[in-house]
């Protein structure tokens, strides 16, 4: 369970936790002062577009919940253009799997392990929750264990406005482009950057439909489906709220437990930039991890 006895002050580092193809890949650890041992731990996978940014840019809301008596692992993870789908949720396996094996080092407990990512970050922490160990997302080598030999299984997800159906989210895109009057309302929209960044990351709608969450959902590929909290801002148009409500519907399809919370007049990535509206969203994560810690007690 989460401590009532923060918030704490929160200290970091990066260590390297996987070597794929002896690219050194790093991981921020943010951990509370003085919350002492056997801490729920929770990998961070930041979005970008499947393209941009760095373990650091989750930094508001990473802190936050560490300061709240978690271990919070931030990711780096193979991008393109240099790496296709799915190097990433290779990648992002392996982070569960060297938290869960570093576990008493990072003063954590390796059964308490959640993910956490927003936009293509939800993509992929939804698809390594979903199939965290299927073939076809072979075993990114970690630092200081066998891999193979550690359940990379979570307790539960926080997806934040994810691109959960990266070719129904390709499709509306390039609608949005046929169609240059649509009017915008949130800022951080930029069509034609993620449309190249589809094709960068997926090269073709083919791998696009196979990388689908909901698509594997209604094919019975998910092996775990450990409960979800989804947040979604209204005014979001990197990926709209039908989106995501389909999402939630598939989920709970396939015997799921998905919560949706949609944040009135707010656009994408909002919770990433200080503020009431951030304060608000972390507040409603952490209140859903403390809860399913609590089942699990």
């Known amino acids: 369970m989460l401590s009532d006895s923060g918030p704490y002050d929160v200290e970091y580092e990066d260590l390297v936790y996987a070597e794929p193809g002896g690219e050194q890949l790093l991981a921020r650890v943010y951990r509370p002062i003085g ?83 927003g936009s293509s970050g939800g993509h992929l922490v939804l698809v390594a929750a979903a199939r965290p160990h299927a073939q076809e997302f072979e075993i990114t080598p970690i630092r200081g264990a066998d891999a193979a030999a550690i359940d990379a299984s979570v307790a539960y997800v926080l997806a934040l406005w994810p691109i959960a159906d990266p070719l129904a989210r390709y499709r509306y895109l390039l609608d949005r482009r046929a169609n240059p009057d649509w009017p915008s309302r949130d800022p951080l929209f930029h069509g034609d950057v993620l449309i190249s960044a589809h094709q960068v990351y997926f090269g073709n709608e083919a791998t696009m439909a196979r990388a689908s969450v909901p698509r594997m959902l209604a094919d019975g590929e998910a092996e775990r489906l450990p ?65 399913h810690l609590a089942q699990r007690a």
Not at 64 to 72: C, Q, R
């Open 35 to 117: 919350a002492g041992k056997d801490l729920p731990a929770l990998v961070d996978v930041h979005g970008g577009a499947w393209i941009f940014f760095d373990r650091t840019v989750d930094a508001v809301y990473d802190q936050a919940l560490a300061a709240s008596g978690m271990v919070v692992v931030a990711l780096d993870f193979r991008q393109a253009p240099a790496h296709r789908y799915p190097a990433s949720v290779c990648d992002v396996i392996a982070g569960v799997r060297w938290v869960k094996s570093h576990a008493a080092e990072l003063g954590a407990r390796p059964d308490d392990v959640g993910l956490i990512g």
């Open 227 to 291: 409960p979800i909290w989804i947040a979604h801002p209204e005014l979001d148009e990197n990926v709209t709220l039908p989106m995501t409500e389909h999402l939630a519907k598939t989920y709970r399809a396939a015997s799921g437990v998905a919560e949706l919370e949609v944040f009135a007049a707010l656009g994408h990535s909002f919770a990433n930039f200080p503020g009431e509206a951030a304060d608000r969203c972390i507040a409603l994560m952490r209140a859903f991890i403390a809860r």
